[in-house]
């Protein structure tokens, strides 16, 4: 059986980093473990009168070099394992892009989809309330993930600002523009897995136009991912799913499916499944799909043993968090097949919330134009670097980024006095 806990999994990438990057073992055992996870019990008063009581988490893995970073996430399944493992992965994801963070994330565990506006309003807030003390912009610095957005991040710094009597904007980041949100910051992760996906096809020879990907998930990375793209050039032929009535679905066209009607159709219809521009099919048959690229852009744990054996793709570019378990790791590796790591790939969303943070703190703001001149110089850096230790090393892309991060995070550590 997998070992699908992802704190286990995410302390098995640690050793291994610290191995390969010959790093002092006091390292792991000082980053095994976060500085402070915190539990919250919440309580909401329902829209029919009752009292739910909901379970938050926020976990500050590391704050080596800088206040801890991460976003918060609304979902059924999270756990405190899991915000734990997540928040050790914001703490090497701002170690590739040089950001002056550690690591943090927390989540709430709830479906949001049955919850009222006025109740997630409610649920947003209370978890202000329970965490408040250990958050500020030079301590720990939520921001949005799976199913929260720039609105829930109003909420959040509206009920901060209450408590606090202080208007510190830079506290969240992600936030709507009006309330001191950068611009560019909705779209930043999906452009950056762009810049990433492009990066590798230059270096292994594939052709834009000629280049076929396979992409899960349409959610803030999923679709933004697919309109950058297609802008660039490439091909998306294949898109994978989820609904809360069906479950997954997949939708295959091997012309390629156009960005602008699916998105049009998205939001006439809240759904993708009876899109007209391409063919349904099923799980299954889209992981078997050949193409050149996937991109897992939905949960961790999507890409199991199983889907492992069976992918035909030359590349995978991880635009979720985690999305490989490390049994799919190790026979995707043998297969030959290059991953590009969530902690390079999917890291513009946390440098835009950097350059947001910087923002704030100047009250002084950037074009879009400027933002993203700034994030593609500098995930092509990361992304150059990590190639040469690669390389030189021998490693796999993945060993490659963590030595990467981890020596930056080791040295920090060790200047303090910590080891
Ligand atoms: N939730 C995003 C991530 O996993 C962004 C975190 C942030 O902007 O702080 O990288």
Known sequence: MENLNPIENAR????????????DKKVYEILKNPQRVIEISIPVKMDDGSIKVFTGYRSC????????????????????????????WM?????????????????????????????????????????????????DIPAPDVNTNGKVMGWMLDEYIKLTGHHRPGVFTGKPISLGGSKGRT???????????????HKIGLKLSETSVILQGFGNVGSYTFKFL?????????????????????????????YEKLSK?????????????????????FWSLKADILIPAALENSINEEIAEKLDVKVIVEGANGPVTSSADEI??????????????????????????????????????????????????????????????NLTFRQATYVYSLIRISEAMKYRGWF
């Open 332 to 393: 995707l590796n043998d297969r030959g097949i290059t991953i590009v790591p969530d902690i390079l790939a999917n890291s513009g969303g946390v440098t835009v919330s950097y350059y947001e943070w910087v923002q704030n703190k100047y009250g002084y703001y950037w074009s879009q134009e400027e933002v993203f001149s700034r994030l593609e110089p500098s995930m092509n850096e990361a992304f150059e670097n990590i190639w040469k230790i690669k390389e030189e090393k």
């Open 12 to 23: 098995l990438q640690l050793k291994s980093a610290c191995e390969l990057g010959d790093i």
């Open 91 to 139: 703490s090497f994801k701002c170690g590739v892009m040089n950001l002056p963070y550690g690591g943090g994330k927390g989540g709430i565990e709830v479906d949001p989809s049955e919850l009222s506006e006025r109740e997630l309003e409610e649920l947003s807030r209370g978890y202000i309330r329970g965490i408040y003390k250990y958050l500020g912009d030079d301590i």
């Open 187 to 201: 779209e930043a992760t999906g452009l950056g897995v762009t810049y990433i996906t492009r990066n590798i096809c």
């Open 230 to 258: 297609e802008d660039m050039g490439f091909k998306v032929i294949a898109l994978l799913e989820w609904d809360k009535e069906i479950g997954e679905y997949a939708l295959y066209n091997k012309n390629g499916i156009s």
């Open 265 to 285: 159709f998205k939001e006439q219809n809240d759904t993708l499944i009876d899109f007209e521009g391409a063919n349904k099919i099923n799980s299954e048959e």
């Open 61 to 88: 893995h590391s704050t080596a070099i800088g206040p801890s970073k991460g976003g918060v996430r609304f979902h059924p399944n999270v756990t405190m394992d899991e915000v734990k493992a997540l928040s050790m």
